[in-house]
């Protein structure tokens, strides 16, 4: 069998105009998307492989197009390749959830790291969706969530409200998430990537498929709990003997004594009986000793996450 040979230099696309089998040779990085490959796939003496799909299959065929050239990367658009399709020589091969719609083989890679996971979306479905290198993408008030293939992307997505995937796959991805009330499921495949989810957000991380990858949840901010301040509580004082009762970011625990749950803010509920001079205590009659101490699911402080900003201030009127 004589194969057709395409030559290129750079970047290289797989976009379902080539006769399959097709092989892929000597590429930089592959960056795999779903549904990219109708038949099976070969991965052969990768440097590193992720995937989300669990090899297993056997070989090939005889290629009928080779694509080879001065590569750097290679991507696979879903519908890219028609049949099989070989990866040969590549460093880092990214496979994504139910990219071949046959068989997966890796033969003689140099390290695989590999978890069998579903695609949470159809692959037009995400509010962002980047492939390539160093793209940046935003949102507000999404619907699905956020797909980035390559490497260098930056997403920043805002006033998330409904349930949201996250599906990160490559490198040094940096994953911005914001809002309330909502959940993120996260799948990473690839490393040194960032997800960061807002506090008043759940994350979930559905598989972490690599390494030196991190979803960080920012903690519960400490002053929403806070009905009174100390400071506020002696102003309001004034002069003369009065009882007051105010709240302070009480020391760092990892649960909350009063509802032993795992907890990012919690403060101590404080009680005085003073005289005071112009919001100054001169004399102390009786104070806490033992502070009850409250943390964001438990506080009647706390807001609900459910609400705007503007609501809730109507609601403490």
């Not at 750079?10 to 549904?35: C, F, K, N, Q, S």
């Not at 490959?37 to 299959?57: I, K, M, R, W």
């Not at 479905?125 to 492939?131: A, E, G, K, P, R």
């Not at 100054?280 to 009647?300: F, G, I, L, M, W």
Request: glycine share 8%; aromatic share 8%.
């Amino acid at each position: 069998m004589t194969d057709q040979t395409e030559t290129y230099d750079g970047d290289v696309t797989l976009t379902g105009h080539e006769d399959a089998p097709v092989a892929l040779r000597d590429p930089e990085d592959v960056y795999l998307r779903t549904d990219s490959v109708a038949g099976d796939l070969e991965v052969c003496n990768a440097e590193y492989v992720f995937t989300h799909q669990s090899p297993g299959g056997g070989a090939v065929g005889d290629p009928e197009t080779v694509v080879r050239g001065d590569l750097e990367d290679g991507y696979a658009e879903p519908d890219g390749v028609t049949g099989d399709a070989i990866v040969a020589d590549a460093e880092d091969v990214f496979v994504t959830a139910g990219t071949a719609g046959g068989d997966l083989s890796v033969v003689a890679p140099e390290n695989v790291y590999s978890d069998d996971v579903e695609p949470p979306r159809e692959a037009d479905d995400y509010d962002v969706s980047l492939t390539g290198w160093k793209q940046s993408g935003s949102a507000s008030d999404p619907d699905a969530g956020v797909r980035v293939s390559g490497a260098h992307h930056e997403v920043t997505v805002e006033k998330a409200r409904t349930d949201l995937d996250v599906y990160v796959v490559g490198h040094d991805h940096e994953i911005e998430i914001t809002g309330r009330s909502a959940s993120v499921s996260v799948y990473l495949l690839g490393y040194d990537n960032t997800v960061t989810v807002g506090p008043y957000l759940q994350s979930e991380v559905i598989a972490d498929t690599g390494f030196d990858n991190e979803v960080v949840e920012e903690p519960y901010p400490v002053e929403e709990l806070i009905e009174t301040s100390k400071s506020e509580a002696f102003d309001r004082a004034g002069f003369g003997r009065r009882k007051v009762t105010y709240q302070v970011p009480a020391e760092s625990d990892d649960w909350c004594p009063n509802c032993g749950e795992p907890a990012d803010a919690i403060v101590a509920r404080h009680q005085m009986e003073a005289f005071f001079l112009l919001g100054y205590p001169v004399k102390t009659y009786d104070q806490s000793t033992n502070p009850a101490k409250e943390c964001e699911h438990c506080s009647r402080s706390a807001f609900d996450a459910s609400l705007t900003e503007r609501e809730r201030k109507n609601v403490l009127k």
